[in-house]
């Protein structure tokens, strides 16, 4: 069966285009990414600008043709923090529905939570019993799920995502140390109010999905064009991550656009990233992490009902 996801996020726009077969993700026919911002201006306003739908429409319109290319057999859309947030995130799952034939799921904190531990989990050996942390770093939140196997112990949605924390923070081009401090004093308060303290202490390893955690491998192998595969398990130690926050933040927002291995739709937000990646490696008394493409996109492909 081919089966299309298509992951609409606070900050991109993603596809998944692939077979499934026996709870397996097979060929891989289509993975796209744009960057679409569409909760940009949520945090302020309450709602989906008509500008940011208008960004997320339009790529739709060239998913949507791939879609019908490639003959999926079943097609969805996952929608999360923005579209939860938003005072009118229900029309714009509507409009998903009725333009492009795509089944809505907006998806609760624990729903988002289990796919993307699948996800992240899902070529793994389920007989390993190391306590893993899986860190989803998106626009409007970010997501820490830790369990063992391919199973979920415990969830946690904290309200700090690059989007929102870049708005609230980042004023200045580039950002002074001051703002980029006040980012990771935010982050870190509340980062650590959602983790109580024994699941602080079990995890030993840690898994890193999405555009900030394959970013930073990209950057650290200077890759261009972006290769996946030497993305797909590369590990980034703490020290890494420090030296890449440092040039970044040192940079103007032009500056960044240039950075080799940094898509340019990223430069706004990716400092907001490496900060928020940094405290949450700190909570959990982390040295490292390692990267990987198997995020909420293939979750979704195996375990969406």
């Known amino acids: 069966m081919h089966s299309a996801v298509v992951d609409i996020g606070t900050n991109s726009t993603r596809l998944l285009l ?70 009118n995130g229900e029309e714009f799952a509507r409009t998903v529905r009725e333009r492009w034939g795509l089944e809505p799921h907006v998806l609760s904190g624990d729903e988002e939570a289990r796919l993307t531990f699948l996800g992240a989990t899902s070529e793994r050996d389920p007989s390993e019993r190391t306590p893993t942390l899986v860190i989803d770093i998106g626009g409007g939140s970010t997501e820490f799920v830790i369990g063992t196997g391919h199973d979920m112990d ?49 995890v030993g390893h840690a898994i890193a999905v999405a555009g900030t955690a394959t970013s930073m491998a990209s950057i650290a192998q200077e890759l261009e064009p972006y290769d996946a595969d030497k993305v797909e398990g590369y590990v980034v130690t703490d020290s890494q991550c420090r030296e890449i926050r440092d040039r970044l933040a ?28 940094l405290e949450t490696l700190a909570l959990f008394g982390l040295r490292e992490f390692e990267v990987s493409e198997h995020d909420i996109l293939r979750g979704a492909a195996l375990g969406l009902e």
């Not at 980042?170 to 401090?181: A, F, G, M, Y």
């Open 250 to 277: 040192g940079m103007t927002l032009d500056e960044r656009r240039d950075v080799r291995g940094l898509h340019p739709d990223r430069a706004p937000t990716i400092v907001a990233g490496t900060i928020i990646l």
């Open 154 to 202: 415990f969830h946690v949605s904290n309200q700090a995502g690059v989007v929102r924390q870049t708005e609230r923070h980042l004023k200045s081009d580039p950002p002074t140390p001051d703002e980029c401090e006040s980012l990771a004093r935010d982050a870190r308060s509340i980062l650590s109010a959602g983790v109580p303290e024994r699941w602080r202490r079990a």
């Open 18 to 87: 692939a077979a499934v077969q026996d709870g397996q993700v097979g060929e891989v026919l289509e993975r796209r990414t744009e960057i679409t911002r569409l909760g940009a201006g949520v945090d302020a306003d309450g709602r989906l600008s008509e500008e940011a739908m208008g960004r997320v429409y339009a790529v739709l319109d060239e998913y949507g043709k791939l879609i019908e290319h490639h003959g999926a057999d079943r097609a969805v859309a996952v929608l999360t923090s923005a579209v939860r947030d938003a005072a």
